[in-house]
């Protein structure tokens, strides 16, 4: 018993890859979406993404060396990560003060607080962002609009997002095909001309990412692709069933946050199951929550509140449906 085996967080998996590579290969995948933040938010974008991913990056480090007393990772990039993740949930105005409260949030409760990387059970972006939102709900819905760089970040004008807009038109009664003639056409959201945070207005940019780090191999396809199935199914049977009360499965794909947090949020190595059946009904109860608080519920967006109500039935679901274990043996025939 003089020599003991340290045992790391799952999951255990022989890989070339090592978690910088694979976290600095996130950050790549990211960079188109950032390019279009900055071509339509101009240095609103720049600010709040340097104010996020520094301070996501002092704060780990001071919890590992002044609190847990531990070698800091920082290196890894995976603080980077949360702060562009951070940065890409939250409208490109929100105070200077709010970002950093809420890299606080991320890291040193949804992710220290549980050991650092490889322990959290919660994706820490998002933890950081439901706090702004139900915490500061004003700054956390007034969307500027696009201007590039003809506008500051102090004097941005605001307005309401897409989905906001076909929220509010179907409560006031109003028909589907006159709140169709004040939103973005599909192409626009397409490209990314439309109100909303950083990391959801360009969808093309979004799946750019997409397609590297599937060359790459960073993820696979199960959990996107469950996401954006489920939720492209279940809103067209809605619209089939009434397209004068809801909106077409591709708008709900466009807007809102779905390809951001199917693509690089509801994809996160350790709140995401192990499995690919395990991915695909993580990824389906994301999309169907999604759907539900979007249609039914209060709020115009989902995503968020449905990857970290997933991200608690990950444990059940990785012991329900567990990798096979290493040199088990396969009966054949």
């Known amino acids: 018993m003089s020599k003991l085996l340290t045992v790391s967080p799952s999951p255990h998996t022989y890989s070339k890859q090592s978690v910088p590579k694979l976290m600095y290969g996130v950050i790549l995948a990211m960079l188109p979406a950032l390019a279009v933040s900055i071509y339509y938010f101009g240095w609103s974008a720049i600010l709040i993404t340097a104010v996020a991913v520094v301070s996501c990056v002092i704060f780990e480090f001071v919890i590992q060396k002044y609190i847990l007393k531990i070698k800091p990772s920082i290196s890894d990039g995976s603080a980077m990560v949360t702060g562009i993740l951070l940065a890409f949930n939250i409208p490109s105005n929100l105070p200077v003060g709010l970002i950093i409260l809420g890299s606080l949030i991320a890291i040193g409760v949804a992710k220290m607080t549980f050991g650092g990387l490889g322990n959290n059970p919660f994706n820490p972006a998002l933890v950081g962002r439901v706090f702004l939102l139900i915490s500061f709900p004003v700054q956390m819905t007034s969307w500027p609009v696009p201007k590039g760089f003809k506008t500051s970040y102090a004097d941005a004008v605001t307005g309401a997002t897409p989905l906001g807009i076909i929220k509010e038109g179907l409560n006031n009664g109003d028909a589907m095909n006159a709140i169709l003639d004040q939103i973005p056409s599909h192409m626009q959201m397409f490209l990314g001309y439309m109100n909303g945070s950083m990391g959801e207005i360009a969808a093309f940019a979004l ?97 968020s509140f449905a990857i970290l109500i997933m991200n608690a039935f990950v444990p059940l679901i990785n012991s329900n449906f567990p990798p096979k274990r290493f040199g088990k043996e396969v009966k054949h025939g």
Request: aromatic share 14%; no cysteine.
């Open 207 to 303: 799946i750019l990412g997409l397609i590297y780090m599937l060359w790459k191999k960073i993820i696979t396809i199960h959990v996107p692709l469950s996401i954006i199935l489920t939720i492209f199914i279940f809103t067209g049977i809605l619209w089939f069933s009434n397209p004068e009360k809801y909106i077409d499965p591709l708008f709900h794909i466009l807007t809102g946050g779905i390809l951001l947090g199917a693509i690089f949020m509801a994809t996160d190595y350790v709140t995401s199951p192990m499995t690919p059946k395990g991915m695909w009904i993580y990824g389906i109860g994301i999309g169907i929550i999604t759907v539900v608080i979007r249609v039914f519920g209060a709020y115009p967006e989902g995503v």
